[in-house]
């Protein structure tokens, strides 16, 4: 998720939304990848403390 994330800065032109296409799908990704983080990051750190045989807390957990 996050290698497919990366990719769209670089599409990204950065201009004010009022100045962007109706159809510009920036807003609607990041509010996506938002929603998957929110889903993902606790599986993934927790397979990722399992693999690597991280000590204490994972790094990667919020809270």
């Given amino acids: 998720m996050l290698t497919r994330w990366r ?3 670089d599409r990204d032109p950065g201009l004010p939304l009022d100045l962007l296409p109706p159809d510009w799908p920036g807003m609607a990704a990041g509010g996506l990848f ?3 983080d929110t889903l993902l990051r606790p599986a993934a750190a927790a397979h990722a403390a399992a693999v690597v045989g991280a000590r204490g807390r994972s790094p990667w957990v919020r809270g």
């Fill in 34 to 36: 938002e929603q998957l």
């Fill in 7 to 9: 990719r769209l800065p």
